[in-house]
């Protein structure tokens, strides 16, 4: 008697599970926008009970690997995938913008209370190894008024493979041509001069820790750490100070070289933008274009398009730009173009 | 009355069953590092036939246009782990013949214990510590007068910026100062006391006891607790990736950055998209691993070399 009432309860559970119908959507990638998304996923959630995120920040190139491979459902990078890594998976991906990211050239100078102002053709000789002491003649005439130390600069850079390296020496290609022949773009790169530091925390403690040291960190981090940092120059000639809104200027200053059918695998260091600061970033999720589970897809899709407009919102107090509201119809268009078994999951279009 | 005694075949059955399991744990290991070995291999092929033998002694190490060479990092991994041994041999030793030959009762076991719980510190905290009390220590009261005396040498030349060759061999020493103390004193009190009563009684002091009698009758297991220490230094990843710079390049001068293989290893794989840089960080680990290998079998040679030494030394008194 007792056995056969165990027995239906058994049965019953076991057709209650599907009819709940659950979704869970797997991510890993970029450890840079970790902690916007990881609080999208926690308020997606709370609004939609049957939708499950998890999200590991493995790294951008382990994002990548593990969306290529299929392990994942979606991934998440810094650094846009390269033709040749598009063409293993037949080209089935589309890179959707969430956040921007800005890289600052941290430096310590005791001594020195003023913002210390760059140009771009300075900071690329810096990090060459051709302009070593503070007091050089091409920095002291940008920086009237600055007294600055006979000291030698000590450049640090990342030792680990990352966004944030691919960020800055993508925008010293862009603005030294003998950077861009010499040394080129990456995620890790043959760094001409300097030390090695270990993440974004390991670059901060050494700059901190020389005097006369300076090296890139994410801007997040430098606002959190309090620590200096240099006002660029843009392209457009303004002496411009990284901040949330001048990273958003940045993205949409390069709108004009990206038009409405972009991939948006697009740099946008060095922006036209009058407010432009210039080397700012897009920070990418990686998303199918065909996927075999229609319900994944679609729930996928949802949940970036709110994170494109509700969640944007989030971003200034988490210490993220947001994107520019004029990049959303162009997002959408990339969303819509999602297909599960050749048919469009994007809601409406659907079934 | 002893109890009658369990069928013979029964013990044969269950000795034949635990003879088995016996053999398959002991034989699981062994097959365990062939299997590290293969790995190895099969994923360092790509590098090993694109770059060949010159891998080993090219310092070339540019992911942008896929050229690879880890001689920086073979040269620093050997140069952070002998400096480690130099600063921390002396040191350990000390403390092991200082805690069982000269060393008040009372004061032996603390000393002890505290020498062995640097044993336990993690290592990132120590890589943290380094970054923050070591490395503004060196610079400000042990840099400059180094230079002032020897800095006509090669190896203190150029500029010190901080992280360094000397500043991740310093860490390292400390890293394994315990464990080379520790295997020592078991050592040295394993020395029977009649060596000792017996060099005392030919009118050695107390030194001289220790030098002649207790230390060469421990040679064999001294040198293996130098081995082990090594072992730990060369294998050794945070702490030393924290400190040393992480810099492709050779240079002679404990001043400047260097790099270590596991630190490499460590720092690059996650990022590593490409192929070959992959196999690239892999043949660079088969590096590591052969070399591991090498110095504990020169080890085994050594111990097994200077133990018959002694045996023959001790026939012919």
Not at chain 1, 39 to 53: C, E, F, G, R, S
Not at chain 1, 76 to 89: E, H, N, Q, R, Y
Not at chain 1, 129 to 157: E, F
Not at chain 1, 199 to 223: C, D, F, K, S
């Amino acid at each position: 008697m007792k056995f056969t009432r165990f027995l239906a309860l058994a049965a019953l559970l076991g057709t209650a599970v599907p009819a709940a119908a659950q979704v869970t959507l797997n991510g890993a990638g970029a450890t840079f926008p970790n902690i916007i998304y990881s609080n999208w996923m926690l308020t997606y959630n709370q609004a939609h009970p049957d939708v499950k995120l998890n999200y590991q920040s493995i790294g951008s190139g382990g994002g990548i690997r593990q969306f290529s491979d299929g392990t994942v459902d979606f991934g998440a990078t810094d650094a846009p995938m390269t033709d040749s890594a598009m063409a293993a998976i037949k080209g089935d991906v589309l890179h959707i913008p969430t956040v921007l990211g800005a890289v600052v050239a941290a430096y310590t100078l005791p001594d020195v209370s003023q913002p210390i102002r760059i140009t771009p053709d300075v900071l690329a000789d810096i990090f060459l190894g051709k302009v070593t002491k503070w007091n050089d003649a091409r920095l002291a005439s940008i920086n009237p008024g600055v007294t600055l130390p006979n000291q030698d600069i000590i450049v640090v850079h990342r030792s680990d493979g990352s966004g944030t390296s691919f960020v800055w020496t993508d925008y010293l290609s862009k603005v030294s041509p003998e950077w861009a022949q010499k040394v080129g773009k990456g995620p890790s790169v043959s760094w001409p001069v300097g030390l090695g530091g270990r993440g974004n925390e390991g670059v901060a403690a050494t700059v901190r820790q020389t005097p006369g040291a300076i090296g890139y960190i994410e801007l997040g981090y430098a606002l959190i750490n309090k620590m200096p940092f240099a006002v660029l120059k843009n392209q457009a000639g303004n002496w411009i100070t990284a901040s949330l809104e001048s990273v958003t200027a940045a993205a949409a200053g390069g709108m004009k070289d990206m038009g409405p059918n972009t991939d948006f695998r697009v740099s946008i260091t060095n922006s036209p933008g009058a407010q432009a600061y210039p080397a700012a970033s897009f920070t990418w999720l990686l998303v199918h274009k065909t996927y075999s589970d229609s319900a994944k897809a679609r729930t996928l899709v949802e949940f970036i398009w709110w994170a494109e407009t509700e969640g944007q919102a989030k971003a200034p107090e988490l210490g993220y730009a947001p994107l520019p509201k004029e990049l959303r119809p162009w997002i959408q268009a990339r969303l819509k173009s999602v297909t599960a078994n050749g048919r469009p999951v994007w809601k409406g279009t659907a079934e | 009355m002893a109890p009658p005694l369990p069928s013979l075949r029964g013990i044969d059955r269950s000795d034949r069953i635990y003879r088995r399991v016996l053999t398959t744990f002991a034989l699981a290991l062994p097959l365990l590092i062939l299997i590290i070995l293969g790995v190895l291999l099969v994923s360092a092929l790509p590098a090993i036939t694109a770059f060949g033998p010159s891998f080993l002694w090219t310092s070339t190490w540019d992911p942008v246009a896929e050229v690879y060479g880890a001689a920086p990092m073979i040269f620093g991994t050997l140069a952070s782990s002998l400096l480690a041994l130099l600063i921390a041999v002396p040191l350990a030793l000390s403390v092991a013949i200082f805690l069982t030959e000269f060393s008040p009762r009372w004061l032996r076991q603390p000393v002890a214990f505290l020498v062995e719980l640097l044993a336990a510190i993690p290592s990132v905290v120590y890589g943290t510590w380094g970054i923050f009390v070591l490395i503004p220590f060196l610079r400000g009261h042990v840099v400059p007068p180094l230079k002032a005396v020897f800095g006509w040498t090669p190896f203190l030349q150029g500029v010190f910026y901080g992280n360094s060759l000397l500043a991740g061999g310093i860490i390292l020493a400390i890293m394994i100062v315990p464990y080379i103390a520790a295997v020592s004193r078991e050592v040295l009190l394993a020395v029977p006391i009649s060596q000792r009563e017996a060099a005392l009684a030919m009118g050695a002091t107390r030194w001289e006891a220790v030098r002649s009698a207790v230390l060469p009758y421990g040679r064999a297991g001294l040198i293996g607790a130098i081995i082990l220490g090594l072992g730990r230094a060369l294998g050794e990843t945070m702490a030393v990736t924290m400190v040393i710079g992480n810099r492709h390049d050779i240079s002679v001068s404990l001043l400047q950055p260097a790099y270590t293989m596991a630190a490499a290893i460590a720092n690059e794989f996650s990022e590593a998209t490409t192929h070959m840089y992959q196999s690239a960080l892999f043949e660079v680990g088969l590096i590591l691993f052969v070399i591991t290998v090498v110095v504990n079998a020169i080890a085994r040679i050594l111990i097994w070399r200077v133990a018959r030494g002694a045996a023959v030394g001790s026939k012919a008194l």
